[in-house]
């Protein structure tokens, strides 16, 4: 059904007494809400030969299409370049997970647990870790660029395509699963050219981190290539349905090291974005480009290993949700399949380790300062804060910047100032786990 259907007008100016009649109470004043996490749950844990799969799976929307990122009710006019769901998966002493790199604006947690249903007969659900590399020309998927809070952007019969495509790409590259070695590296980019901070010039996480997943022969299998930046290079005025910087990255990765590449984004919130000379593809080649060449160099004569331990650890959140706009726009149906009950919601932090390697990945847009943070508690090095896995809730602002009026714009798309805490909490207590294997009781992590 499109988002300009008339029957969806219908569906939403029925909740419009609803949310107009709930204004008021919308400003009452409350105690403060500091949500609450789970328990640490182990999802997946062995140790043993390294085995890992990939695949890719187009992604592209095939009919026009409201975009993300910008202003409201920016309608596609056809595809630049494709959109893809890339899929890692990786395998010790029978414990596996799957990642999942998806060249979208964002995910809701509830899209999410869709994929991971449609997967439970080849992984175990909470082993699934589904990305979004925010790319500001992909479709709307979360609803916020039709006419909220009324009328939803998430285009019902293309949501229903993309679950099927992360899911695809997912069992595919279970399916694709041998026996492989991991090589890791990292690379710092330039200061001036790739990326800034637009509120804070000397605040930005300017690490390129390179994981490659090669056969034991040495061919390539995978390279997963972190760095935090919002694509946005292209601007609001493009209307082409475009991987922004993301997929010339990932082409030219391909280029040199075949196989299938994933661009996981990190700490770009509060306001990573792309230093681009002008607005345009070509400058859009140019930054994807000279990232892939830092991952490049970072994969120059690293040591491999083929045996590790692999660990999969997750908590759950309540989320409270202090931010009148959210609370408006699910009152009018604007957000897919989102539950916001006594004013928070549902969403998770996921992380793993396997070997060295520490992956946590944050359910939104975490500022650097929140990034570096949570870096700093990380029990080993190469650490991917992995941004928008498993959820989008929109910026996660440090507590030191709720009151600075730089970041004003920020703070009208967050869930509100108890996020940070909550994540920073949940992120240290997965981060501990990890630490330490023998601290890993058995649980069905669902």
Same mark, same amino acid.
């Given at each position: 059904?499109?988002?300009?259907?008339?029957?969806?007008?219908?569906?939403?100016?029925?909740?419009?007494?609803?949310?107009?009649?709930?204004?008021?109470?919308?400003?009452?004043?409350?105690?403060?809400?500091?949500?609450?996490?789970?328990?640490?749950?182990?999802?997946?844990?062995?140790?043993?030969?390294?085995?890992?799969?990939?695949?890719?799976?187009?992604?592209?929307?095939?009919?026009?299409?409201?975009?993300?990122?910008?202003?409201?009710?920016?309608?596609?006019?056809?595809?630049?370049?494709?959109?893809?769901?890339?899929?890692?998966?990786?395998?010790?002493?029978?414990?596996?997970?799957?990642?999942?790199?998806?060249?979208?604006?964002?995910?809701?947690?509830?899209?999410?647990?869709?994929?991971?249903?449609?997967?439970?007969?080849?992984?175990?659900?909470?082993?699934?870790?589904?990305?979004?590399?925010?790319?500001?020309?992909?479709?709307?998927?979360?609803?916020?660029?039709?006419?909220?809070?009324?009328?939803?952007?998430?285009?019902?019969?293309?949501? !229903?395509?993309?679950?099927? *495509?992360? /899911?695809? @790409?997912?069992?595919?590259?279970? $399916?694709?699963? #041998?026996?492989?070695?991991? %090589?890791?590296?990292?690379?710092?980019?330039?200061?001036?050219?790739?990326?800034?901070?637009?509120?804070?010039?000397?605040?930005?996480?300017?690490?390129?981190?390179?994981?490659?997943?090669?056969?034991?022969?040495?061919?390539?299998?995978?390279?997963?290539?972190?760095?935090?930046?919002?694509?946005?290079?292209?601007?609001?005025?493009?209307?082409?349905?475009?991987?922004?910087?993301?997929?010339?990255?990932?082409?030219?990765?391909?280029?040199?090291?075949?196989?299938?590449?994933?661009?996981?984004?990190?700490?770009?919130?509060?306001?990573?974005?792309?230093?681009?000379?002008?607005?345009?593809?070509? !400058?859009?080649?140019?930054? *994807?480009? /000279?990232? @892939?060449?830092?991952?490049?160099? $970072?994969?120059? #004569?690293?040591?491999?290993? %083929?045996?590790?331990?692999?660990?999969?650890?997750?908590?759950?959140?309540?989320?409270?949700?202090?931010?009148?706009?959210?609370?408006?726009?699910?009152?009018?149906?604007?957000?897919?399949?989102?539950?916001?009950?006594?004013?928070?919601?549902?969403?998770?932090?996921?992380?793993?380790?396997?070997?060295?390697?520490?992956?946590?990945?944050?359910?939104?847009?975490?500022?650097?300062?929140?990034?570096?943070?949570?870096?700093?508690?990380?029990?080993?090095?190469?650490?991917?804060?992995?941004?928008?896995?498993?959820?989008?809730?929109?910026?996660?602002?440090?507590?030191?910047?709720?009151?600075?009026?730089?970041?004003?714009?920020?703070?009208?798309?967050?869930?509100?100032?108890?996020?940070? $805490?909550?994540?920073?909490?949940?992120?240290?207590?997965?981060?501990?786990?990890?630490?330490?294997?023998?601290?890993?009781?058995?649980?069905?992590?669902?």
């Amino acid at each position: 059904m499109s988002p300009l259907s008339p029957l969806h007008w219908r569906r939403r100016s029925a909740r419009a007494a609803l949310w107009l009649a709930t204004a008021v109470l919308l400003g009452a004043g409350c105690a403060v809400d500091r949500g609450v996490r789970s328990a640490v749950g182990v999802v997946a844990e062995g140790h043993g030969a390294l085995r890992a799969g990939c695949a890719r799976v187009s992604i592209t929307p095939r009919e026009p299409i409201l975009l993300g990122g910008f202003g409201l009710l920016r309608e596609s006019l056809g595809a630049h370049d494709p959109l893809y769901a890339r899929a890692l998966a990786l395998e010790c002493g029978g414990a596996r997970v799957v990642l999942v790199a998806c060249d979208l604006i964002g995910l809701h947690h509830s899209t999410v647990c869709a994929v991971r249903e449609r997967l439970r007969d080849v992984v175990s659900p909470g082993a699934v870790l589904v990305c979004a590399t925010h790319t500001h020309s992909g479709p709307d998927t979360l609803g916020l660029w039709g006419l909220p809070p009324l009328i939803s952007g998430v285009d019902d019969a293309y949501l !229903e395509e993309l679950i099927q *495509g992360i /899911a695809l @790409a997912a069992r595919r590259a279970l $399916a694709a699963l #041998e026996p492989a070695q991991l %090589r890791w590296g990292c690379a710092q980019a330039p200061a001036v050219g790739i990326s800034y901070n637009r509120r804070d010039p000397d605040t930005v996480d300017r690490t390129v981190t390179a994981l490659a997943l090669e056969r034991l022969d040495g061919s390539s299998l995978a390279t997963l290539v972190h760095y935090a930046c919002h694509p946005e290079a292209l601007g609001s005025a493009n209307r082409w349905v475009s991987a922004d910087f993301a997929g010339p990255l990932c082409a030219e990765v391909e280029a040199q090291r075949p196989g299938v590449a994933l661009f996981v984004n990190g700490a770009l919130g509060a306001m990573v974005t792309t230093a681009e000379s002008e607005h345009s593809f070509a !400058e859009a080649a140019r930054i *994807g480009e /000279a990232i @892939a060449r830092l991952a490049d160099q $970072a994969l120059v #004569e690293r040591p491999a290993i %083929r045996e590790a331990t692999l660990l999969c650890a997750r908590a759950e959140l309540e989320v409270p949700v202090d931010n009148w706009r959210y609370t408006l726009a699910d009152w009018g149906g604007v957000f897919p399949d989102r539950d916001f009950h006594g004013g928070r919601t549902q969403s998770e932090l996921w992380g793993l380790r396997l070997g060295p390697w520490v992956l946590l990945s944050v359910p939104g847009e975490a500022s650097p300062q929140l990034g570096f943070e949570l870096e700093a508690r990380a029990p080993s090095q190469p650490f991917t804060l992995a941004g928008l896995g498993n959820d989008e809730l929109g910026y996660l602002l440090h507590e030191d910047q709720w009151e600075d009026s730089r970041y004003r714009y920020e703070r009208t798309v967050s869930p509100g100032l108890p996020a940070a $805490a909550l994540v920073r909490e949940a992120g240290a207590a997965i981060l501990e786990r990890l630490d330490d294997p023998s601290l890993a009781p058995s649980s069905p992590g669902e």
